[in-house]
Structure formats: structure tokens, C-alpha cells
T-cell receptor, first 117, second 114 residues
Framework: DSGVTQTPKHLITATGQRVTLRCSPR?????VYWYQQSLDQGLQFLIQ???????AKGNILERFSAQQFPDLHSELNLSSLELGDSALYFC????????????????FGPGTRLTVL | AQKITQTQPGMFVQEKEAVTLDCTYD???????LFWYKQPSSGEMIFLIY??????QNATEGRYSLNFQKARKSANLVISASQLGDSAMYFC???????????FGTGTRLLVSP
């Protein structure tokens, strides 16, 4: 158990809909990252937040947005969903203690599997 | 730009044998970190091992070791004494200094047979 929690575990929705994925980082971690894993694109970085502020952006679509709240949990909002958005969405956190690689290690949550029909 | 290349889509190994999973990387940053993650069929990403670009010795973690050849820009994962539970996808990833994100390779699927 990495200490990172993600809800829901599975999400099935229709094209055009909007969903919210939730992530709680490990205790003590200030950074949260969102990654998308799809068959087409592989594992891609979407966005990073650090202590409530956006720190870096990757290949995140304009239809997607994220935020990190004062209690450090984060939400990824996906809107106007398309079939191609079906993927496994991971949240990861870092910055605290206890990892084997010091503060370099990113601890991954179990992922949310999104299916768009 | 940073790039990770894993040229082996799939690898087969017999139980108790050693196996090497290849990873080459490209970055112009002198300070970077290299990671290996395991993804079993259940989907979670499990951290295995880390190598910093300035680390003098190759990283080891139990049955996992990282064969780091800086001049060749390679960071191969060696799994000794393979076990059936090692069957999974393995991803090599890199993080360059100043960038927190991980850049992943396409992965290698390892199948361990009895």
C-alpha cells in the first residue's frame, strides 16, 4: 500500500459527460501528480500541483482541469468526454519521507479506470 | 527534451533465472534520476529501484539491480532469480532536475515460466 488513495476505482460514463477523479496523497507529501495511461499514448504526465499551486503542465487537454485543496487532496476534472479519454488515471505524490529514493520517489495510487462509452 | 526508450516489448524467462530489461535514455541535463516501476496485471504502479545520475555505485534493492552505464546512457534492470510473481509490465522512467514529472518508456512485459 503506497499510502495514496484514489476514488473511484472504476468509472463508466457516456461521451459528452463530465467526471471528477479524486486523490489523497500520502501523509506529509506536498506534491501531487496526475498521469494518464492509455493503449495509444502509454503513460503520460498530465499536471503537477505543489502545496495548492500548479507547478507543471504536461499533455493535458483543455477539457481537463485539476486543483489541489488546502488539505492537499486533489481532483482531476474531465469534461466533454470522448471515447479516446478511456484510460487508467493515476495520481502520485512525493516530497515527504519514507521512500527508498528519498524525496525523488513518486508514490502511485491504485488508479481510476475510466471507460467512456 | 527527455526521452526513455525500451526496445523489448516482451521478454520470457524461466523461474530462478536472471533477466535483464533494457532501458536507454536521452537528456541534456547533467542531473537526473532514473526509476524502474513494476505494473502487475492488477494495474498498480510499484516502485522498484532508483539511480541518481551522480551516484557512484549501481543501485541494488534485493533481487533488483540497476546496471547504470552513464556514457552509454543506459539504465538496465537486472532481476536475479526470477519468480512467478515477477510476471508483469516493467517501466523505466526518468526525472531531470528542475522537472518533477516522470517521463516513462513504453514498457516491457515480462513473463516468468515455471
Amino acid at each position: 500500500d503506497s499510502g495514496v488513495t484514489q476514488t473511484p476505482k472504476h468509472l463508466i460514463t457516456a461521451t459528452g459527460q463530465r467526471v471528477t477523479l479524486r486523490c489523497s496523497p500520502r501523509s506529509g507529501d506536498l506534491s501531487v501528480y496526475w498521469y494518464q495511461q492509455s493503449l495509444d499514448q502509454g503513460l503520460q504526465f498530465l499536471i503537477q500541483y505543489y502545496n495548492g499551486e500548479e507547478r507543471a503542465k504536461g499533455n493535458i487537454l483543455e477539457r481537463f482541469s485539476a486543483q489541489q485543496f488546502p488539505d492537499l487532496h486533489s481532483e482531476l476534472n474531465l469534461s466533454s468526454l470522448e471515447l479516446g479519454d478511456s484510460a487508467l488515471y493515476f495520481c502520485a505524490s512525493s516530497g515527504g519521507t519514507g521512500g527508498k529514493a528519498g524525496n525523488n520517489e513518486q508514490f502511485f495510487g491504485p488508479g481510476t479506470r475510466l471507460t467512456v462509452l | 527534451a527527455q526521452k526513455i526508450t525500451q526496445t523489448q516489448p516482451g521478454m520470457f524467462v524461466q523461474e530462478k533465472e536472471a533477466v535483464t530489461l533494457d532501458c536507454t535514455y536521452d537528456t541534456s541535463d547533467p542531473s537526473y534520476g532514473l526509476f524502474w516501476y513494476k505494473q502487475p496485471s492488477s494495474g498498480e504502479m510499484i516502485f522498484l529501484i532508483y539511480q541518481g545520475s551522480y551516484d557512484q555505485q549501481n543501485a541494488t534493492e534485493g533481487r533488483y539491480s540497476l546496471n547504470f552505464q552513464k556514457a552509454r546512457k543506459s539504465a538496465n534492470l537486472v532481476i536475479s532469480a526470477s519468480q512467478l510473481g515477477d510476471s508483469a509490465m516493467y517501466f523505466c522512467a526518468m526525472r531531470a532536475s528542475g522537472f518533477q514529472k516522470l517521463v516513462f518508456g513504453t514498457g516491457t512485459r515480462l513473463l516468468v515460466s515455471p
